[in-house]
């Protein structure tokens, strides 16, 4: 099959980058998704809990606002609802081929064109392709001695299994980031034993959620009342930025107020000692949760600090040579974010692999090109990340980048855009001088570095920054034929 754009991936990133092209005048695309229906990330994560730990209205797109958001902070499935309606909403399934898992994508150098070659033998050919499958599309399970021995039952939290009754079970949770403090609460609920796995200890803030009361629903379907408290979320998020990217006295006021709420939280000396972080506060992703802590001291749970030395055929043991067991294990150790790969092999000119250049740390233009592969734009890309507000709000910046650099593409009879080595060199050097700075290169160790302590994840700055900079397409940092 042939279009003007192939899409890999169809959630937030690529039903957006979709509904972008059609208000351009682009229809001729098509949407290759691995799963059978639309959502990703918040198709895949269905574990008790989930929800977003960002504000109801700045998650969703500005230019499809879902003005109906029951709650604070969304739940996972009132998420997945809003995307499955912008399929409908912009008839968009007629563009998407379900059940399409992308098992390499090549560029044709005499061609100038993109294919993507399916698992099931499949072909799809564009002048254009997108990578929006997201960074938090592949489940990571640690490598621990001893799992393939294990008896009991074993869960991702990426991979929920509904089937399986918790009520009543001995179960262990590996993780205490942003995944397991959700899942946590909702087991103490309903299992005779929790029993938590701490590697290292994050920082934890409260979570003020709260159902949307009538009032406030009934003036979201006001477009110009609801844009208006979308915006002053915004800058309260965009404030946050002088805590959590740069490294300051704004940190270590944050860092006060976390340490005061684990205090009024926690009142054991000893567990709140074991968590309390010895990093700075935004080194590592900032927890929220209002029932995490609280949970934590339920009498049917404990938290266990010792490195877990390998998986036995009845539990976890630990460096202490204690034995734990339980009748379920569950992983909520995140994903395989591609800091120094790719989700599938990716061929650009003269045969370089997207995967060798990305050896020492994934590098990009502005997040978006990288040089040797034209016509290639990714979202959620090398450096994209914000650590204070709305993912949204970078993803719009790179969907609107994306749709500028097509329509160029066609009004001008390109053949291809591809991005100068030396543009690229000199925005990542740059980047690199300014991160050096941020409060996650502060010393500790985080899944936004690699092995060598590279940040290739997170961009050092104001949200509003990252959008000025994706705002124009500049030719000149291009090779256009």
């Not at 390998?310 to 460096?319: E, F, M, N, Q, Y």
């Amino acid at each position: 099959m042939t279009a003007s754009v192939l899409i890999v991936g169809a959630g937030f990133a690529g039903l957006g980058t979709a509904i972008r092209l059609r208000r351009a005048g682009v229809d001729d695309f098509v949407i290759l998704e691995r799963a059978g229906e639309v959502g990703g990330t918040w198709r895949d994560n269905t574990y008790p809990g989930a929800a977003c730990d960002i504000p109801s209205p700045l998650y969703s797109f500005s230019f499809a606002q879902h003005g109906g958001w029951t709650r604070a902070y969304a739940r996972g499935p009132e998420i997945l609802d809003y995307l499955r309606s912008l399929v409908e909403r912009f008839d968009l399934r007629r563009h998407i081929r379900f059940s399409a898992d992308v098992a390499r994508l090549a560029y044709a150098d005499d061609a100038a064109t993109w294919t993507a070659h399916t698992t099931d033998g499949r072909t799809f050919t564009a002048r254009v392709a997108v990578v929006a499958s997201g960074p938090l599309a592949n489940a990571s399970l640690p490598e621990i001695r001893g799992l393939d021995t294990y008896r009991g039952h074993v869960m991702h939290s990426a991979r929920w299994d509904h089937d399986y009754d918790l009520t009543g079970k001995r179960v262990a949770v590996i993780g205490t980031g942003a995944s397991a403090v959700q899942i946590v609460p909702e087991l103490v609920r309903v299992a005779r034993k929790v029993t938590v796995f701490q590697r290292t200890p994050g920082w934890v803030l409260p979570r003020p959620d709260h159902a949307h009361p009538g009032w406030l629903r009934a003036r979201s379907r006001r477009p110009a009342a609801w844009h208006a408290y979308r915006r002053a979320l915004f800058w309260a998020h965009e404030v946050m930025a002088l805590a959590l990217v740069w490294d300051g006295v704004f940190t270590t006021a944050l860092q006060g107020v976390a340490r005061a709420y684990l205090r009024r939280s926690v009142r054991d000396r000893w567990l709140r000692r074991q968590l309390t972080p010895d990093h700075r506060i935004g080194c590592k992703r900032l927890l929220l949760s209002s029932d995490y802590l609280p949970a934590l001291q339920r009498d049917n749970c404990t938290l266990i600090t010792w490195p877990i030395a390998r998986l036995a055929p009845h539990g976890i043991r630990t460096a202490d040579g204690v034995e734990h067991r339980v009748d379920c294990v569950v992983f909520a150790t995140g994903f395989e974010v591609g800091r120094t790969g790719t989700p599938y092999p990716i061929t650009g000119r003269g045969g370089r692999m997207l995967a060798d250049e990305w050896r020492r740390g994934a590098r990009a233009y502005k997040s978006v090109s990288v040089a040797g592969f034209p016509n290639l734009f990714l979202t959620f890309g090398p450096n994209s990340g914000p650590g204070h507000n709305s993912v949204l709000v970078y993803n719009e910046a790179q969907i609107d980048y994306i749709v500028r650099a097509v329509t160029l593409l066609r009004s001008r009879g390109l053949r291809r855009l591809d991005v100068r080595a030396d543009a690229q060199e000199a925005y990542n050097a740059d980047l690199q001088r300014r991160l050096a700075r941020t409060t996650w290169n502060s010393g500790c160790r985080s899944w936004y570095l690699t092995e060598d302590g590279h940040n290739v994840t997170m961009y050092p700055g104001f949200a509003t920054q990252y959008v000025r900079q994706l705002a124009t397409v500049d030719l000149a940092d291009y090779e256009a034929e």
